[in-house]
């Protein structure tokens, strides 16, 4: 029988968003934007989010702009991954959101991760983790423990790109063709290949960054599941 902490698998985390229509999941962690009418609504519903919080015993990072709210849910205990926990806080802070007048913005979700093209990644990791603070999770990735700054993932290529740094941003997949469609009409070149899981965006000089969505997640999951990389 699962239990509240165990982390939920694909399907069953597709399910679950089925009932969750603020939210929207990627990297590991459900996320939504609770926009209210002023700066005092929207505090205030961060007070109730506090509430909750403390009830359930399982707390979110929840960042307040003005009167904006972008709240991500996960289960660090096991490995930064969604669990019952998660879906169950994420239905109540839906709940309270209406009661104080809060509208879910699901296209201003964003996530950026920093990419390192590299053939060798244990031999670069232990720099980037101990200059940042950070700790390094099963995929070899390395988080913030504070979850401020961007995460680092280190894609392993035999062919590295020359131009080896690059962002990942990871939108919802139902709200990525507006985002696509306008980085085409900036002006950059577009490389759908890899589409749904991402879509590489090259400037004019070269730079690069990837438009990923919760394929992308996925596809990386099953990499991991074949890999010997361990829990630090």
């Not at 459900?30 to 403390?54: D, P």
């Not at 709940?95 to 879910?104: D, N, R, T, Y």
């Amino acid at each position: 029988m699962m239990q509240a902490k165990d982390a939920l698998e694909p399907a069953a985390l597709m399910e679950k968003l089925t009932q969750l229509p603020d939210w929207r999941y990627g990297r590991g962690s459900l996320r939504t934007v609770l926009k209210c009418e002023t700066s005092e609504a929207a505090l205030s519903l961060f007070a109730a989010i506090g509430e909750l919080a403390q009830q359930a015993n399982h707390h979110p990072d929840v960042d307040w702009r003005y009167n904006t709210l972008f709240v991500t849910l996960t289960s660090h205990d096991v490995g930064s991954r969604v669990t019952g926990r998660d879906t169950s806080l994420a239905q109540e802070i839906s709940a309270h959101s209406v009661k104080h007048g809060a509208k879910a913005h699901p296209d201003l979700i964003r996530t950026v991760e920093i990419a390192i093209d590299t053939d060798a990644p244990q031999e670069i990791s232990s720099m980037w983790k101990t200059a940042l603070g950070y700790r390094e999770l099963a995929d070899g990735s390395l988080v913030d423990p504070s979850g401020r700054g961007p995460a680092i993932w280190f894609q392993e290529t035999e062919t590295p790109n020359p131009n080896r740094l690059h962002l990942d941003i990871t939108i919802p997949f139902d709200q990525s063709a507006k985002t696509l469609e306008a980085l085409g009409q900036s002006g950059a070149i577009l490389d759908s290949h890899s589409a749904p899981q991402f879509v590489v965006a090259t400037d004019h000089q070269g730079n690069r960054l990837c438009i990923c969505t919760e394929q992308e997640e996925k596809r990386r999951s099953e990499l991991v599941e074949g890999s010997n990389f361990l829990l630090e």
